[in-house]
């Protein structure tokens, strides 16, 4: 299994990026999948999620009204378009996989990562 996150980059506050993530070795429409952030010394932080369907999504509360997730499951692509971007969104961002079987367990697939950096 592979997730191959792309789409980062250095915007102004304010700014938008849109990342995508090309999932492979999987039947992706059989998973959830979600993003998440790690800051420099921080942890890793939930930011968004999406079901199998993709018709149920939802967000960590820092970025509610902001960034959207969206899929595709004829592409094998989850999207995250991050609108009115700050400094505080500055992170490497990830995108993981989880059986749709059980959603409330852990995420079995894990991206690379792709760097977004905020300038203020």
């Known amino acids: 299994v592979q997730l191959q996150a792309s789409g980062g980059g250095l915007v102004q506050a304010g700014g938008s990026l849109r990342l995508s993530c090309v999932a492979s070795?999987?039947?992706?429409?059989?998973?959830?999948m979600g993003w998440f952030r790690q800051a420099s010394g921080k942890e890793r932080e939930f930011v968004a999620a999406?079901?199998?369907?993709?018709?149920?999504?939802n967000y960590a509360d820092s970025v509610k009204g902001r960034f959207t997730i969206s899929r595709d499951n004829a592409k094998n692509t989850v999207y995250l378009q991050m609108n009115s971007l700050k400094p505080e969104d500055t992170a490497v961002y990830y995108c993981?996989?989880?059986?749709?079987?059980?959603?409330?367990?852990?995420?079995?697939?894990w991206g690379q990562g792709t760097q977004v950096t905020v300038s203020s």
């Open positions: 993981a996989a989880r059986g749709s079987w059980n959603p409330r367990g852990d995420y079995s697939y």
């Open positions: 070795g999987l039947t992706f429409s059989r998973y959830d």
């Open positions: 999406i079901r199998w369907t993709g018709r149920t999504t």
